[in-house]
């Protein structure tokens, strides 16, 4: 059964910590890993796509990595305004499907 | 480039009655578009992945009578909640695919606001 798992839950961190945080995968087979940011009553904005083991990509303080089994989002010297939750999901090489399976996000508090 | 337009943002409805919650693909023509619900602190499940012209697919244990779903242009899919009771309250998201393009040269998905439905 496929299965995305993300960690931690939540994560506080003071303005500057930098941190990672973890989507572990179990897939039958993966087309494309994404990463979403989404603030509180509002729809998942678009971060990144990765598609294969050892691809990285990197957009202001973030930065995507993937491996075999898992993903990971850097966050570097955040700032307040990063606070969101941030989600993984994956689209998995099935035929007919194009649809993305969620993990259940990990709460970022970025405090001043 | 890429928007996708979800309303209205929020309803509170009686139990018993019906809402329509529109999903607009505002530059791009889209499909397929994909509706999602979102209980508090959990993640996004998706419900029925939406075809223009044709029926939509339905997730197992998603009642497609209760939900239906219209995509009638290449730009528009609405999804309405019949007969809402209490434990419809949740929140509805739409998403359709991104247009490749210079912004988006990666596969990817664009999604709505979202719509907050309260049962009453």
């Known amino acids: 059964e496929d299965q995305v798992t993300q960690s931690p839950e939540a994560l506080r961190l003071q303005e500057g910590e930098s941190s990672s945080l973890n989507c572990s995968y179990t897939v039958s087979g993966l087309r494309g890993l994404f990463w979403y940011r989404q603030d509180p009553g509002k729809g998942p904005e678009f971060l990144f796509t990765?598609?294969?083991a050892g691809e990285e990509k990197e957009k202001e303080r973030l930065k995507a990595t993937l491996t075999k089994k898992e993903s990971f989002l850097h966050i570097t010297a955040p700032k307040p305004e990063d606070s969101a939750t941030y989600l993984c999901?994956?689209?998995?090489?099935?035929?007919?499907?194009?649809?993305?399976?969620f993990g259940t996000g990990t709460r970022l508090t970025v405090i001043p | 480039g890429a928007v996708v337009s979800q309303h209205p943002s929020w309803v509170i409805c009686k139990s018993g009655t019906s809402v329509k919650i529109e999903c607009r693909s505002l530059?791009?023509?889209?499909?397929?578009m994909f509706w999602y619900r979102q209980f508090p602190k959990q993640s996004l499940m998706l419900m029925a992945t939406s075809n223009e012209g044709s029926k939509a697919t339905y997730e197992q244990g998603v009642e497609k009578d209760k939900f239906l779903i219209n995509h009638a242009s290449l730009t528009l899919s609405t999804l309405t909640v019949t007969s809402a009771h209490p434990e419809d309250s949740s929140f509805y998201i739409c998403?359709?695919?991104?247009?490749?393009?210079?912004?988006?040269?990666?596969?990817?998905?664009?999604f709505g606001s979202g719509t907050r439905l309260t049962v009453v």
């Open positions: 999901a994956v689209q998995v090489v099935q035929t007919g499907a194009n649809n993305l399976f």
């Open positions: 998403s359709a695919r991104t247009p490749l393009s210079s912004l988006h040269p990666h596969r990817a998905y664009t």
């Open positions: 990765l598609y294969s």
């Open positions: 530059d791009f023509q889209a499909t397929t």
